[in-house]
């Protein structure tokens, strides 16, 4: 069995399952290898229902094992389109507690009074009744095994089994040949790093936490050493681009600034200095322009392209959404209608009519159009472009070096401006843009009103819906967003369908849902996020698919489910769709946990609405043993690592490319010939990481 070996020659494993692999994007033993747990199952000893009062009294809720015996009748109920099952049980200690579950009607044909089960789920106490929704069922014998063990829990799919994804990995495993260790001995010394091929079998099937910890650190490190790599290569190589589209300084840029309503705060006018400079050097710009949501990035990137156009030059931005462009491409119209502006924009996204899209390929080749605005079709082959010298990518954490390549490849040593609201500290963010110059906007425009926050129990929840219905009765819209897609993919966490699902009985008739997350189509999942923006749904539901990619200023609420299994840094990037309008905004952040180190950590997001300190916090507090949350998914798009847990693998990592590279930068010598051929074969698979 080798990395390329198909899927389908797996035992067990035929059309239907191998159908539901490539779903998932598992084609083949390397992809199977690969497919990494999004979490694991830490199984305890059934808890005495008793002694549940007093856990919730000291604020130690969360995730919790019962066992019980089903007393009484079993009753289902129909509220519009949600069925309801409602149930008792009595534990061994004499302790009650309450069952309901959602949309599952077949459970009364399963649940008799008298069965003696074991339930796993999150605790609630409303009143002075104990209460339990959507709990996992184990029958004692099945869960007996589990105890004191950690199951790996894998992102699933509908009709894919985290069962079948386990009996697949356990066979890889033990038919796979491993290839020699391609880091040198040298590097695992130094940095306590255990084999790859044990760092592969314990990420997947770990005895204890122990070693879970030392496989994630081993294969982190792997994907941070060869990101530093690839940036290293792309830093050196950029640095020597000289400009052939030398730019002067234009009076429009300055006539621009005199007409706005509002002056640049010290920090925009530092960064736009900076820009000038860049755009009117000798050399190629390469430049982040990283600033909180709302610092006024936006502004200086239509500046861009306005000094840009003035010098005769086509410009193209590029968004990570089609609303976003869409949004982007309006804008930069009613700028130029108002300012009476030099811009003739064009929109190229994946939803244009052909016929359009044909005008627009027509008007950029002729350079009818200087400005061009839009999403991956940007860098399409179709799309030629006349003299284009400027390329802009908003919440570029989302595009990768290949992308941003492309791009800019559509033009000679073209000037390359990025930027992100992803609030990251300085000494990390020299490590992972380390072919950019750094430009930051610390300061927030004086007339914007801080966004209140709370952070509260899952009990407080009857008063957040109210205070919903309130909003979007004064005509404003929600958010609301949850850590997972669907039911099943982890115990205790709450999830987009069965949610929405619910929200629909304790929000009146009148008030428009929606659900949002990243299984739908692109085109559906645009369609929501545009009628979103058109006012056309009042309440959203969804994953943090929405962390970028629209801006609905009409937006005052977000409420965030589940809050303790997000990083801090991600939280606030979540906090930043709302408070972009002149209402005053709120943000809840709803911990499942209740424990006092959580409430403790999401306290620092009720204290501060600013991005670099609460970046700075959540790199002091979260250690590389805290391995049980939801990946800051959209802040770096690794496949493992996270740069605030893991902070400490990232700078090790950074250090160890850039000893071996001093020493030997071709790879040739015989201790790095593994690594050489290892690092080849990754770039291959690994380079266009979309938070390059």
């Not at 502004?299 to 410009?315: D, E, T």
């Not at 209140?452 to 005509?475: H, L, P, Q, W």
Request: glycine share 8%; aromatic share 8%; proline share 3%.
């Amino acid at each position: 069995m080798t990395e390329s070996t198909n899927i389908k020659t797996i035992k067990g494993i035929g059309e239907k399952t191998s159908a539901l692999f490539n779903k998932v994007g598992v084609f083949n033993v390397y992809d199977a290898l690969n497919y990494f747990p999004r979490d694991y199952d830490r199984f305890k000893e059934p808890e005495p229902i008793t002694e549940l009062n007093g856990r919730l009294t000291h604020g130690e809720g969360g995730l919790v094992t019962v066992a019980g015996k089903i007393i009484g009748s079993v009753r289902s109920k129909r509220i519009r389109n949600l069925t309801i099952i409602n149930l008792s049980i009595k534990g061994d200690d004499g302790g009650t507690l309450h069952l309901t579950y959602f949309n599952m009607p077949y459970l009364c044909k399963v649940l008799k009074s008298g069965n003696y089960y074991i339930f796993r789920g999150k605790v609630e106490k409303k009143g002075i009744e104990l209460h339990m929704e959507q709990a996992k069922m184990y029958k004692e014998a099945d869960y007996e095994p589990l105890i004191d063990t950690l199951q790996p829990r894998y992102p699933l799919t509908a009709g894919l089994s985290n069962n079948t994804v386990m009996k697949t990995l356990k066979q890889v495993l033990s038919h796979y040949t491993f290839p020699v260790d391609h880091l040198p001995t040298q590097l695992k010394e130094k940095y306590q790093l255990i084999d790859y091929h044990e760092a592969m079998e314990k990420i997947h099937f770990p005895h204890d936490y122990e070693e879970l910890v030392a496989a994630r650190k081993r294969l982190v490190f792997d994907e941070f050493f060869l990101f530093i790599i690839a940036i290293r290569r792309l830093r050196d190589s950029a640095q020597v681009q000289e400009s052939t589209t030398v730019m002067l300084e234009v009076a429009e840029t300055k006539r621009l600034l005199e007409k706005l309503p509002y002056r640049l705060t010290d920090a925009q006018q530092k960064v736009w200095s900076e820009i000038k400079i860049d755009l009117s050097g000798q050399y190629v710009m390469n430049r982040l322009i990283q600033g909180d949501v709302g610092s006024g990035k936006t502004i200086l990137a239509f500046l861009s392209l306005l000094m840009c156009v003035a010098n005769g030059y086509q410009g193209a931005m590029m968004a990570p959404t089609e609303v976003l462009a869409s949004q982007h491409y309006q804008s930069i119209m009613e700028l130029s209608e108002k300012y009476k502006l030099p811009f003739k924009p064009v929109l190229l996204t994946g939803s244009v009519t052909a016929a359009a899209r044909r005008e627009a390929y027509d008007k950029i080749k002729s350079g009818e159009a200087n400005v061009i605005i839009g999403t991956h079709a940007l860098i399409q082959e179709k799309v030629t472009y006349q003299n284009l010298a400027l390329v802009i990518t908003d919440e570029q954490h989302r595009f990768g070096v290949r992308q941003r390549e492309s791009l800019a490849g559509k033009g000679a040593n073209v000037h390359v401006l990025v930027m992100s609201a992803t609030p990251i500290p300085r000494t990390l963010a020299i490590i992972i843009y380390g072919d950019l110059n750094l430009s930051v906007i610390d300061e927030l425009p004086a007339n914007r009103l801080p966004i209140k926050n709370c952070v509260v129990g899952t009990s407080y929840r009857d008063t957040a819906y109210k205070f919903i219905t309130k909003e979007v009765a004064a005509g404003h819209q929600v958010y609301i967003i949850c850590p997972m897609v669907e039911e099943g993919e982890l115990e205790g966490v709450e999830n987009v369908t069965d949610y929405t699902a619910k929200l629909k009985l304790h929000l009146p008739e009148h008030i428009s849902i929606a659900a949002l997350h990243g299984k739908m189509r692109p085109a559906e999942k645009n369609k929501i996020m545009s009628e979103f923006a058109k006012r056309n749904i009042d309440v959203i539901v969804s994953t943090t698919v929405i962390e970028v990619g629209i801006n609905v200023p009409n937006a005052t609420v977000m409420m965030v489910e589940n809050a303790e299994r997000f990083g801090l840094a991600q939280l606030h990037q979540l906090r930043g769709r709302v408070g972009r309008g002149d209402s005053q905004s709120y943000c809840i952040f709803v911990s499942g946990s209740g424990s006092k180190e959580t409430m403790k950590r999401l306290e620092i997001l009720n204290q501060s609405n600013d991005g670099f300190h609460i970046a700075s916090e959540d790199l002091k507090i979260r250690g590389p043993g805290d391995l049980f949350g939801i990946r800051q998914s959209g802040i770096m798009d690794f496949h493992l690592g996270d740069i605030y847990q893991d902070a400490s693998i990232l700078k090790e990592a950074a250090d160890a490319a850039d000893m071996i590279l001093l020493e030997d930068a071709d790879f040739n010598k015989p201790e790095h010939i593994g690594l050489k051929n290892y690092i080849e074969k990754g770039m291959l698979k690994f380079v266009d990481f979309r938070s390059i």
